[in-house]
C-alpha cells in the first residue's frame, strides 16, 4: 500500500496552494533553462497524484528515468522553498531579519562598512521589538567585528557598549535555552506516559522541576523567559493533575501576549497552543462559562491574516477549536448534537492527513468515540475505538488504556456476554502491564468480573454499590483521570435510573447553571 506521508518531496508539493502553485510555475518560467522541463514535469505529476506511488509516477512519465529521479526531485524541492521564500518573506520577522542579514554581508563585502553598521541598527530594532534573541545575537557579533578590523568612528566608546549588548544577550539566551529544554522535557514526558498515575510519579515530576529551574527563574523579565517559565509549571501541574495551577499558569501563558502584542505575529504556534491549554484548563475545572468565552476569543482569532495565511496556524487552530468544542459538549451533556461536529472533523483529518501527528489523531479518535457512547451508539463508538487498539502503542499510553476500557463498557452496554471474559481479561494484562490500573478502575474491573454471575434483579442493587464505592475517590486528584476520560459516575447513575447517560449529564449540568444564577 503507498505510504502518502513517507516522501518529503510529495509532502510539499501536496501541502501548496493554488496561489503557491501559480508562484511555482511562474518562477520556474523566470529562472528556468531547457533542462529544468523535467522538474515542471515531475512538479505536475505529484501535484496530480492522491498518494506517493514511485512506480506509478515512473510508468505515466516515461520521460523521467528512474536514476534521474533522486536528483529530480532534490532540485524540485529546493526550487519550491526558493519559489515560497519569495512570497512568506513579507508576514515572517525571522525571513525579513535573515534578508536583512544577507544584504548587511553584500554591503561588508564591498567595503561599504558605515552603511552595514546602518542596516545592522535597524534591524538591531526588529530584533529587539520582536525578541529575537538570537538575531541580536548574529548582530552584535557582526558589529564587534566590523568595529575590531576597521576603523569606523561611528561613535565613542563604541567597544564598551558592544560588550555590555552582547553580556546582556548571552545571559538570557542562557536562560531561555534553560528553560526551553526543561519546557520539552516535560512535555515530551506528558506526550509518553500521560498524566501522573500516583503521588510517587507526582511528586518526581515536581522536584523535576525543581532541580532543573535556573535559579531565580520567577523573576527573569521579557518575554520567552516568561513564557517557558509557564509552560513548565502548566506541564507540570497538568501531569500531575493539579488542575487550579494549570488554569492559572495557561492564563498567565495568554496573559503574556496581551503584554507582548507584537509576539503575537512573531509567535502564532505558542499564543494558539496557549489558548488550548486555557480551554483544556477550562474543560478540566468545568468551568463552562469561561470555556465559552475563550472558544469565541479563538474563532474570532482564527479568521484573522496571521492564522489564514499560513497553513501550519489553519491546522493547529483547527485542532484545538474542535477538542474545545468537543469538550464542550462533554460539560453540557449534549454528545447527540457534539455527533453534527463529526462530518467535518473526519473531512478535515483526511485533508489535514499528511500534516497531523498520530498523538493529535488518536485524541479526536477518542473523543468522537466517547460522543458516540454518551449518545447511545456503541456500535459506532466501538468503531472509533478499535482505530485507536490497533494502533501501533508508542505514546499516550493512557489514551490507549482508555480506550481500551471504554470498549470493554460499549460491548457491555450492547450485551456481548460472550466476548466479555476474553476482553476483561485482555483489558486488565494491557493495564496492569502498563502500571496503569488506578482504584476507580480496580473496581470497575472487580464489578465487571463479578456481574457474570448476577440475575438480572440483582443488577440495579450492584451498580448502586458499586457507585458508593466509587464515589468516594472522586476528590482524589490521582484518580481524577478517570472522571474526565470517561464519566463513570453519570454512567452509574444512569445504569440505577435506566436512563441515557446524557440525560443524566445534561440534568446536572442544567442544575449547576440554576444554581449559579441563585447565588
Given at each position: 500500500?503507498?505510504?502518502?506521508?513517507?516522501?518529503?518531496?510529495?509532502?510539499?508539493?501536496?501541502?501548496?496552494?493554488?496561489?503557491?502553485?501559480?508562484?511555482?510555475?511562474?518562477?520556474?518560467?523566470?529562472?528556468?533553462?531547457?533542462?529544468?522541463?523535467?522538474?515542471?514535469?515531475?512538479?505536475?505529476?505529484?501535484?496530480?497524484?492522491?498518494?506517493?506511488?514511485?512506480?506509478?509516477?515512473?510508468?505515466?512519465?516515461?520521460?523521467?528515468?528512474?536514476?534521474?529521479?533522486?536528483?529530480?526531485?532534490?532540485?524540485?524541492?529546493?526550487?519550491?522553498?526558493?519559489?515560497?521564500?519569495?512570497?512568506?518573506?513579507?508576514?515572517?520577522?525571522?525571513?525579513?531579519?535573515?534578508?536583512?542579514?544577507?544584504?548587511?554581508?553584500?554591503?561588508?563585502?564591498?567595503?561599504?562598512?558605515?552603511?552595514?553598521?546602518?542596516?545592522?541598527?535597524?534591524?538591531?530594532?526588529?530584533?529587539?521589538?520582536?525578541?529575537?534573541?538570537?538575531?541580536?545575537?548574529?548582530?552584535?557579533?557582526?558589529?564587534?567585528?566590523?568595529?575590531?578590523?576597521?576603523?569606523?568612528?561611528?561613535?565613542?566608546?563604541?567597544?564598551?557598549?558592544?560588550?555590555?549588548?552582547?553580556?546582556?544577550?548571552?545571559?538570557?539566551?542562557?536562560?531561555?535555552?534553560?528553560?526551553?529544554?526543561?519546557?520539552?522535557?516535560?512535555?515530551?514526558?506528558?506526550?509518553?506516559?500521560?498524566?501522573?498515575?500516583?503521588?510517587?510519579?507526582?511528586?518526581?515530576?515536581?522536584?523535576?522541576?525543581?532541580?532543573?529551574?535556573?535559579?531565580?527563574?520567577?523573576?527573569?523579565?521579557?518575554?520567552?523567559?516568561?513564557?517557558?517559565?509557564?509552560?513548565?509549571?502548566?506541564?507540570?501541574?497538568?501531569?500531575?493533575?493539579?488542575?487550579?495551577?494549570?488554569?492559572?499558569?495557561?492564563?498567565?501563558?495568554?496573559?503574556?501576549?496581551?503584554?507582548?502584542?507584537?509576539?503575537?505575529?512573531?509567535?502564532?504556534?505558542?499564543?494558539?497552543?496557549?489558548?488550548?491549554?486555557?480551554?483544556?484548563?477550562?474543560?478540566?475545572?468545568?468551568?463552562?462559562?469561561?470555556?465559552?468565552?475563550?472558544?469565541?476569543?479563538?474563532?474570532?482569532?482564527?479568521?484573522?491574516?496571521?492564522?489564514?495565511?499560513?497553513?501550519?496556524?489553519?491546522?493547529?487552530?483547527?485542532?484545538?477549536?474542535?477538542?474545545?468544542?468537543?469538550?464542550?459538549?462533554?460539560?453540557?451533556?449534549?454528545?447527540?448534537?457534539?455527533?453534527?461536529?463529526?462530518?467535518?472533523?473526519?473531512?478535515?483529518?483526511?485533508?489535514?492527513?499528511?500534516?497531523?501527528?498520530?498523538?493529535?489523531?488518536?485524541?479526536?479518535?477518542?473523543?468522537?468515540?466517547?460522543?458516540?457512547?454518551?449518545?447511545?451508539?456503541?456500535?459506532?463508538?466501538?468503531?472509533?475505538?478499535?482505530?485507536?487498539?490497533?494502533?501501533?502503542?508508542?505514546?499516550?499510553?493512557?489514551?490507549?488504556?482508555?480506550?481500551?476500557?471504554?470498549?470493554?463498557?460499549?460491548?457491555?452496554?450492547?450485551?456481548?456476554?460472550?466476548?466479555?471474559?476474553?476482553?476483561?481479561?485482555?483489558v486488565y494484562r494491557f493495564m496492569g502491564k502498563m502500571e496503569n490500573?488506578?482504584?476507580?478502575?480496580?473496581?470497575?474491573?472487580?464489578?465487571?468480573?463479578?456481574?457474570?454471575?448476577?440475575?438480572?434483579?440483582?443488577?440495579?442493587?450492584?451498580?448502586?454499590?458499586?457507585?458508593?464505592?466509587?464515589?468516594?475517590?472522586?476528590?482524589?486528584?490521582?484518580?481524577?483521570?478517570?472522571?474526565?476520560?470517561?464519566?463513570?459516575?453519570?454512567?452509574?447513575?444512569?445504569?440505577?435510573?435506566?436512563?441515557?447517560?446524557?440525560?443524566?449529564?445534561?440534568?446536572?449540568?442544567?442544575?449547576?447553571?440554576?444554581?449559579?444564577?441563585?447565588?
Open positions: 500500500m503507498p505510504n502518502r506521508s513517507a516522501d518529503t518531496v510529495f509532502q510539499l508539493v501536496k501541502s501548496l496552494e493554488k496561489s503557491e502553485k501559480r508562484n511555482f510555475k511562474l518562477y520556474m518560467k523566470r529562472h528556468s533553462s531547457d533542462g529544468d522541463l523535467k522538474v515542471i514535469r515531475l512538479f505536475d505529476a505529484m501535484d496530480k497524484m492522491e498518494d506517493y506511488d514511485e512506480a506509478i509516477l515512473l510508468k505515466k512519465n516515461p520521460s523521467i528515468a528512474k536514476q534521474q529521479l533522486s536528483n529530480l526531485k532534490a532540485h524540485l524541492y529546493k526550487i519550491i522553498l526558493a519559489s515560497l521564500r519569495l512570497i512568506k518573506q513579507e508576514d515572517n520577522i525571522t525571513i525579513q531579519l535573515h534578508e536583512q542579514m544577507d544584504f548587511a554581508r553584500i554591503l561588508y563585502n564591498k567595503g561599504l562598512y558605515l552603511q552595514t553598521l546602518k542596516v545592522l541598527e535597524r534591524m538591531k530594532e526588529q530584533a529587539r521589538q520582536y525578541e529575537q534573541i538570537t538575531y541580536l545575537q548574529q548582530i552584535l557579533f557582526f558589529e564587534k567585528k566590523i568595529e575590531a578590523l576597521y576603523i569606523t568612528r561611528s561613535m565613542q566608546d563604541r567597544a564598551g557598549q558592544l560588550s555590555v549588548e552582547s553580556e546582556i544577550v548571552d545571559d538570557r539566551l542562557t536562560y531561555i535555552t534553560k528553560l526551553s529544554n526543561l519546557s520539552l522535557q516535560l512535555y515530551s514526558w506528558f506526550i509518553q506516559n500521560g498524566v501522573a498515575r500516583n503521588e510517587k510519579e507526582g511528586d518526581d515530576v515536581k522536584k523535576y522541576l525543581e532541580d532543573h529551574l535556573p535559579k531565580d527563574a520567577d523573576k527573569l523579565k521579557g518575554f520567552y523567559e516568561q513564557l517557558y517559565f509557564y509552560q513548565c509549571h502548566a506541564w507540570v501541574a497538568f501531569i500531575r493533575q493539579d488542575f487550579l495551577m494549570y488554569y492559572r499558569y495557561t492564563q498567565k501563558w495568554v496573559d503574556l501576549f496581551d503584554i507582548y502584542p507584537a509576539m503575537i505575529e512573531a509567535e502564532t504556534a505558542h499564543y494558539i497552543k496557549g489558548l488550548h491549554n486555557l480551554m483544556s484548563a477550562h474543560f478540566d475545572t468545568q468551568n463552562d462559562k469561561k470555556l465559552s468565552e475563550v472558544i469565541e476569543l479563538f474563532e474570532h482569532f482564527a479568521q484573522r491574516k496571521v492564522v489564514q495565511q499560513n497553513e501550519n496556524h489553519r491546522i493547529l487552530c483547527f485542532v484545538y477549536l474542535y477538542i474545545a468544542k468537543i469538550n464542550k459538549h462533554f460539560i453540557e451533556g449534549t454528545f447527540t448534537e457534539g455527533l453534527r461536529l463529526v462530518p467535518h472533523i473526519e473531512e478535515k483529518l483526511e485533508e489535514f492527513e499528511l500534516f497531523l501527528d498520530r498523538h493529535r489523531v488518536l485524541t479526536f479518535y477518542y473523543k468522537i468515540a466517547c460522543l458516540y457512547f454518551g449518545s447511545g451508539n456503541n456500535e459506532k463508538a466501538i468503531e472509533y475505538l478499535n482505530k485507536i487498539i490497533n494502533w501501533k502503542v508508542d505514546l499516550r499510553t493512557d489514551l490507549q488504556c482508555y480506550a481500551r476500557l471504554l470498549h470493554l463498557i460499549a460491548h457491555y452496554e450492547l450485551g456481548n456476554f460472550d466476548l466479555l471474559e476474553y476482553l476483561i481479561k485482555s490500573l488506578s482504584a476507580v478502575e480496580e473496581e470497575m474491573f472487580k464489578f465487571l468480573r463479578q456481574s457474570f454471575n448476577l440475575s438480572p434483579d440483582k443488577f440495579k442493587a450492584a451498580f448502586e454499590e458499586l457507585l458508593q464505592r466509587i464515589r468516594k475517590y472522586e476528590g482524589n486528584r490521582f484518580e481524577s483521570r478517570a472522571f474526565v476520560y470517561l464519566d463513570i459516575i453519570s454512567w452509574l447513575e444512569s445504569k440505577i435510573g435506566n436512563t441515557p447517560v446524557q440525560k443524566v449529564i445534561k440534568e446536572k449540568f442544567t442544575k449547576k447553571q440554576e444554581s449559579a444564577k441563585n447565588k
